[in-house]
């Protein structure tokens, strides 16, 4: 089969090549998955460098997301069948063929195309522990959703509006949020790179937002402190911006408000039974047409390095993915 291999850890994907590969047996409990969609995330882009936390020995295949059609069985998985369109994740996403153990396995929803199932459960699942777990959205509050334009940050502009919460989608790129506000019309927008606390502050009535969603970190952080209501909710998903912020403790002291940060994956190995319920919280939403999950572009497995790219440089409103079968 294709793939796409990681042979050494090097800047600029120079250990990467697209080569043949054997193709990969199910063992038990495993099942073998014809690639129909894989997402490109930022932790793909990092383990190719070695600059993420997990850090798979070379050679590997990357790729933590995808969605494909059932093609072997391993010994005793009995719930599924072969053809069955499914979706998943951990590991291989970047080749025609992915080995992933059945029990991580769900049944795609037919509301969503194999481009928006691979894309869709890092990125909601992140919103979901973030809003309904960590922050404990309410109806009508007002939620600063930080990165809007990419994949964590949309489906929380996505999900806080299921929440029944007030929007402020946030973005260093005035076409970006002319994206987001065609499609997902949020109350509000702001571009950041003008600063944003009064225009928080105006919306919000002076209040500030009640919880503020940032995968971003650094400048954006700081400015935050500025616009959080008194008892409000940061939520700290990651740190696109390459600088770790630090909080002076007596902002929050004098504002009231909690950082909180947000690990999805690890809150369901710490708590499994809550867990396995947000997974089927965020694909129940899915199969009832509630989310609009967005494919920014598809690009052939050959085109990986653009795929890549357009991440790298911020050029995305949604999910890039790349498709093995084209």
């Known amino acids: 089969m294709r793939a796409l291999v990681v042979e050494r850890l090097a800047p600029d994907y120079a250990g990467c090549i697209v080569k043949e590969i054997p193709t ?3 063992g038990p409990g495993e099942v073998r998955i014809r690639v129909r969609a894989a997402a490109v995330n930022f932790p793909d882009l990092m383990q190719t460098r070695g600059e993420h936390q997990h850090k798979p020995p070379v050679p590997f ?34 080749a025609e063929f992915a080995v992933l153990p059945a029990a991580g396995l769900r049944r795609k929803p037919d509301t969503l195309s194999f481009s928006q199932a691979a894309g869709y459960a890092v990125a909601y699942l992140t919103a979901y522990v973030a ?3 960590c922050a404990r959205l309410q109806p009508a509050e007002w939620v600063l959703v930080h990165g809007a334009a990419g994949g964590v940050g949309l489906a929380a502009v996505d999900l806080a509006q299921v929440m029944g919460a007030r929007v402020i989608a946030a973005s260093a790129s005035d076409a970006k949020l002319a994206a987001i506000a065609a499609e997902y019309a949020p109350d509000a927008t702001v571009n950041v790179t003008s600063g944003f606390r009064e225009r928080v502050k105006e919306l919000t009535g002076g209040r500030g937002a009640d919880v503020i969603y940032d995968p971003v970190g650094g400048d954006v952080f700081d400015e935050s402190l500025r616009c959080i209501a008194f008892g409000g909710r940061i ?3 990651g740190f696109t911006s390459g600088r770790l912020p630090v909080l002076p403790v007596n902002i929050a002291l004098i504002k009231g408000f909690s950082v909180m940060g947000v690990r999805a994956g690890e809150y369901g190995r710490q708590y499994p039974e809550r867990g396995r319920e947000n997974h089927e919280a965020i694909w129940k939403l899915a199969e009832e047409g509630k989310v609009r999950p967005r494919v920014d572009k598809e690009y052939p497995l050959s085109e990986w390095r653009a795929a890549y790219d357009s991440l790298a440089e911020r050029k995305v409103v949604g999910k890039t993915i790349v498709r093995p079968d084209l």
């Open 24 to 26: 990969p047996e199910p």
């Open 61 to 94: 295949v990357p790729g933590m997301e995808l969605a494909g059609e059932v093609d072997v069985l391993g010994p005793g998985v009995t719930a599924f069948a072969p053809g069955e369109a499914v979706a998943g994740g951990g590991r291989g996403g970047m």
């Open 131 to 133: 809003f309904e777990r």
């Open 235 to 237: 939520l700290s998903i």
